[in-house]
């Protein structure tokens, strides 16, 4: 399947008009690609239960692919782990089945601007989604610091993947925001793992009888 301009990396902007097109039962499959820290792990996945309403099942570990060269050279291409973790997808898996890579590695995406590290990236609309700690561990921060980070990276990342695109309510995980930032300038959009009222309103409209 074709994936020319459906990777999302924090380019989209406006609220979306789509939401979660399912049967309203959400299961979101996280899928270690090599190791992260079990309690970064366990917090992401409270977040995802409680924003989804989902039941989030923990997977067996995937190994990173194997990436020639040096220092930036060595990053992973996101859309080559979005593949793989199509794989982990059921062929018979119900319209509500998500499956989140998390990893610890540098992983990249391209945008008009060129080729560039980022925190995540996911299909538009699709099945999968993949976030990284990489850029999200700069500048240095506490334990308790990074898993919010990554929290927030996923709830953002998953919403792409229920047709959530960026909004411009400063407290939602769906804001574009720098990917190692806290706040903004003026400190008013604080970094968040929860959904706005507008996202969150989405989500549901598409669920209901």
Same mark, same amino acid.
């Not at 992260?36 to 190994?63: F, I």
């Not at 593949?83 to 089945?97: H, I, S, T």
């Given at each position: #399947?074709? @994936? ?13 008009? %789509? %939401? ?11 899928? $270690?690609?090599?190791?992260? $820290?079990?309690? *970064?792990?366990?917090? #992401?996945?409270? %977040?995802?239960?409680? +924003? ?21 050279? @060595?990053?992973?291409?996101? +859309? =080559?782990?979005?593949? &793989?973790?199509? =794989?982990?997808? $059921? ?24 080729? /560039? ?19 999200? @561990? ?6 308790? *610091?990074?898993? &919010? ?6 709830? /953002? ?16 995980? #769906?804001? +574009? ?5 806290? !706040? !903004? ?5 604080? &970094? ?10 989405? &989500?549901?409209?598409?669920? !209901?009888?």
């Amino acid at each position: #399947m074709a @994936r020319t301009g459906l990777l999302v990396i924090a380019l989209l902007v406006g609220a979306s008009t %789509a %939401a979660r097109a399912d049967d309203g039962v959400v299961t979101i499959h996280i899928v $270690p690609i090599g190791p992260v $820290p079990a309690e *970064q792990l366990e917090q #992401m996945s409270r %977040a995802l239960g409680l +924003e989804y309403v989902a039941e989030v099942v923990h997977a067996r570990l995937l190994a990173l692919p194997v990436v020639q060269g040096q220092g930036t050279e @060595r990053r992973h291409h996101a +859309e =080559q782990l979005l593949k &793989l973790l199509d =794989q982990r997808l $059921p062929v018979d898996a119900r319209p509500g089945v998500r499956v989140l890579g998390v990893t610890a590695a540098d992983i990249w995406a391209a945008d008009q601007k060129g080729d /560039h590290s980022v925190s995540g990236a996911a299909e538009l609309r699709g099945r999968t989604a993949v976030v990284s700690t990489f850029k999200l @561990r700069h500048p240095a921060t506490g334990r308790a *610091q990074l898993a &919010l980070r990554l929290s927030s990276r996923a709830v /953002h990342y998953l919403g792409h993947t229920f047709g959530l695109t960026h909004c411009g309510e400063d407290h939602c995980a #769906m804001l +574009e925001r720098s990917e190692n930032a806290d !706040s !903004s300038a003026t400190g008013t959009r604080l &970094l968040t793992r929860h959904l706005g009222w507008g996202c969150r309103g989405q &989500l549901v409209s598409t669920t !209901s009888p």
